[in-house]
């Protein structure tokens, strides 16, 4: 710590030297000594010191009241009179530069020690209350909406910024309760968290709600709400706001698109299977037809009998494709997510893809450990199964070969993986394969097999809604292993709570 | 074609039970009929005998339909290849196949009579 340095005022020099020795006992170092008002402030300019005694009657042009008055003027120092003089007139006069002590002469140390604690700590506590001013300028003017509020939520402060995010000024927001800002459907969440706050649970949670303005209309707001006490006693909540609304709307208009997208690749994707089922359909009706009309043209009726019973087999081949599709469409295709065993929806991927691969002479290899239940969308994984499936099965037309799905669970975390014995993805390809409209295929990507270079952007952003991670492996001419990385716990709500 | 009976005919098929259907059918008036379920099988057998006609499915596994097609039609050009779609094909490829040497199309499910139809008249 400094020490304190003290400007003495004396134009009398045996009396400045005695206060000067019983300062430096006291432990007060003297910064200078000066015998008249003018240098007294040319003094406190220069030195700033932490205190002046100032001796009323000085030899020169000013006195010690208008020394000090002209130091007050420029500085926050403080000023202890000496003074052997008591008329009212001299006192009213000192009385207006707001000294912060008065000595009589003769002097007495313990008078000297106490009247100067006392200044300095008069100073400390002006000092402290000017920075706390300042801080609530701070807060005043933030940048952010600051409210404090009562435990029933009754709010008892508002900053200008506050204010303004309800479209209320500071006047019409006090007094109102937390509950009229909120929107209705937000009013649960928001008293749970401040209730949770003001008993203790939680000492600060950072959440998003929708906050109503005087105009009705709806702002997202992000709040940090922190126990406001006094003393140990909770008094209530001090909130903290920033309006989110328009990061808000991009990140729904983003949703949308991507909605949007993953619909049309959906789309795309059922055309695809529609084709290969009409294929499979129009060749069991194909044998139907044929055998029905081969037994009305023969005479044998041991031929009769086979062309029946082939009729009978592939009407419930037929129906079995049936049930596989209905099983696959019947996924809830709502955007909630659903506890959901992983290995039975790739199931119903395969049960509707298994019988064309065997075709395209491509052998399915499950290997599935016993993953557990995950919280997904279904329709949307389903999908993202779907496109990896189909994907393996264009890189391996026409040659054919072998597609393994692995399922293994590592930690909190299951790995499901797709290896194909394909073509392969060329290194500088590799990079790219998630860009949408990236692709090999169709028009775009000038190939033979039909592809809208949706497909892996689309199974991209659907494994990053989940919390999820997907990479691709590939060696040209080897094959490629894309791997989803999928969290097994239910991804909580964003909120942050800080435990007492 | 001066006798129109017993023709030689070709089902390339990879469902195995529309190659028995067509052999059904085909026998019953008398033709000689052969099936290959892959491409491979359908060009060796073009190499060893001519065949009249070639039922060709639209997709195979393995070579691709239209390299069959035109292997067989390099074989043998007086071979008439007859494309079986199971489902809708766009014109493009429709005129692609046409040529590369397809002389006609069969959308399935089709009756003993359109394949008859396309044979040379047998009265």
């Known amino acids: ?500 | 074609m001066e006798s129109p009976k017993d023709l030689n005919i070709l089902i390339v098929d990879d469902e195995e039970m529309i190659c028995e259907m067509f052999v059904k059918w085909l026998s019953l008036r008398g033709h000689k009929v052969q099936y290959a379920l892959d491409g491979k099988k359908a060009i060796r057998l073009a190499k060893q005998e001519t065949f009249d006609f070639v039922f060709l499915d639209i997709v195979m596994p393995g070579i691709p339909t239209h390299e069959i097609l035109e292997e067989i039609r390099e074989i043998s050009s007086s071979t008439k290849v007859v494309i079986i779609t199971g489902k809708l094909i766009n014109s493009g490829l429709l005129n692609e196949l046409k040529l590369k040497g397809a002389s006609d199309f069969l959308q399935k499910p089709f009756k003993l009579d359109d394949v008859m139809k396309l044979l040379p008249d047998q009265d």
Do not use: W
């Open chain 1, 1 to 500: 710590m400094t020490k304190t340095k003290i400007l003495i005022v004396e134009d009398e020099r045996i009396t400045a030297e005695a206060i000067q020795t019983t300062l430096e006992f006291l432990g007060y170092p003297v910064s200078s000594i000066v015998p008249s008002g003018e240098e007294a402030v040319k003094e406190a300019k220069k030195e700033k010191p932490d205190l002046v005694l100032m001796d009323i009657k000085l030899k020169g042009e000013i006195d010690g009241i208008e020394a000090a008055r002209q130091i007050r003027s420029l500085s926050d120092i403080p000023i202890i009179y000496i003074t052997a003089l008591t008329n009212k007139a001299t006192l009213e006069r000192a009385k207006k530069t707001a000294p912060y002590g008065y000595i009589h002469k003769p002097i007495e140390e313990k008078d000297l020690f106490s009247t100067i604690e006392m200044a300095l700590l008069r100073r400390d506590l002006e000092l402290e209350l000017k920075e706390s001013e300042q801080y609530r300028e701070v807060v005043e003017k933030a940048r952010i909406g600051i409210l404090i509020d009562d435990i029933e939520g009754t709010i008892l402060y508002s900053n200008e910024k506050a204010a303004e995010l309800f479209g209320y000024s500071i006047k019409e927001i006090k007094k109102q309760s937390i509950k009229s800002l909120v929107h209705p459907d937000d009013i649960k969440m928001v008293a749970k968290f401040h209730k949770d706050c003001v008993q203790g649970k939680s000492v600060s949670s950072r959440y998003v709600f929708r906050g109503i303005r005087k105009d009705g209309s709806i702002r997202y707001l992000e709040l940090d709400a922190v126990i406001h006490k006094k003393g140990d006693e909770v008094i209530g909540t001090r909130l903290y706001m920033r309006d989110i609304t328009e990061r808000k709307k991009a990140e729904e208009e983003k949703d949308m698109l991507h909605q949007q997208l993953a619909h049309s690749v959906k789309m795309a994707g059922i055309g695809t299977l529609a084709g290969g089922i009409a294929h499979e359909f129009n060749n069991i009706l194909q044998i139907i037809e044929g055998h029905v009309e081969f037994a009305q043209r023969t005479k044998k009726q041991e031929d009769i009998d086979e062309a029946l019973n082939i009729v009978t087999s592939y009407a419930q081949k037929a129906a079995k494709i049936i049930k596989d599709l209905l099983t696959f469409s019947s996924v809830d295709e709502s955007t909630r997510k659903k506890r959901v065993n992983i290995d039975e929806l790739i199931d119903s991927v395969l049960l509707l893809t298994e019988e064309h691969f065997k075709k395209r002479n491509i052998e399915i290899v499950r290997k599935f450990q016993k993953a557990p239940q995950m919280e997904v969308n279904k329709g949307e994984m389903q999908q993202m199964f779907l496109n990896l499936i189909t994907n393996a099965r264009d890189a391996m037309f026409p040659k054919g070969g072998k597609l393994k799905i692995e399922t293994k669970r590592n930690r909190n975390r299951v790995n499901i993986s797709f290896t194909d014995t394909g073509v392969g993805i060329k290194k500088e390809n590799l990079s790219r394969i998630f860009e949408p409209f990236y692709t090999t295929k169709g028009a775009i990507g000038k190939g033979d097999i039909p592809g809208t270079g949706l497909g892996l952007s689309v199974s991209y952003g659907i494994v990053k809604r989940h919390g999820g991670t997907i990479d691709a492996k590939s060696q040209e001419g080897k094959g490629t292993t894309f791997t989803v990385t999928m969290p097994v716990a239910k991804i909580k709500p964003k909120k942050v709570i800080v435990e007492k």
